[in-house]
């Protein structure tokens, strides 16, 4: 080892090393400020006036990517992380699974609520936009308050 410069030897200072931060940290610190960006996006959705109609297509397309974006950190970000660790034999993988099963429906609401909006925004039909609007808020209260307990359930790990 005498042979060795002092920062090749096994142990030498390892002030260069770095440490990864693991997906599910990163997911996690990335979560509330994807949920913020799409809550805005969300209310500027809602707060449109009927003089505003043209600007519809925009806003609901920005709604669109964002929520599109949301659901795939969620989706391959967070419970991609948790279904790996699925295998602590500490953890309730039957609570997980009912989780992540009820996470892919809502993600599939989202796909077809920004599918049928996507091309025709402008001239939707604004009843039914209005309840389709109400849904997805619906939905994502109920998905922000499932990841919230998937997020808690591994923090307590």
Do not use: W
């Not at 039909?125 to 998905?143: K, N, P, T, W």
């Amino acid at each position: 080892m005498g042979h060795l410069p002092p920062d090749k030897r096994r142990g030498a200072n390892r002030t260069d090393v770095t440490v990864a931060t693991p997906p599910t940290e990163k997911v996690v610190d990335d979560l509330p400020v994807e949920r913020e960006n799409l809550l805005v996006s969300y209310c500027e959705m809602l707060a449109l006036d009927f003089d505003e109609l043209s600007r519809l297509g925009e806003v609901l397309r920005d709604f669109g990517q964002r929520l599109t974006d949301y659901s795939a950190l969620s989706q391959f970000g967070l419970v991609d992380s948790l279904l790996q660790r699925r295998r602590d034999p500490m953890g309730d993988s039957d609570a997980l699974l009912a989780a992540v099963k009820r996470l892919r429906e809502l993600t599939e609401q989202y796909l077809e609520f920004v599918e049928r909006y996507r091309t025709n925004g402008h001239s939707a039909d604004l009843r039914a936009l209005c309840q389709d609007i109400e849904r997805i808020g619906l939905s994502l209260a109920e998905q922000f308050e499932i990841e919230d307990g998937l997020i808690q359930s591994l923090a307590a790990r």
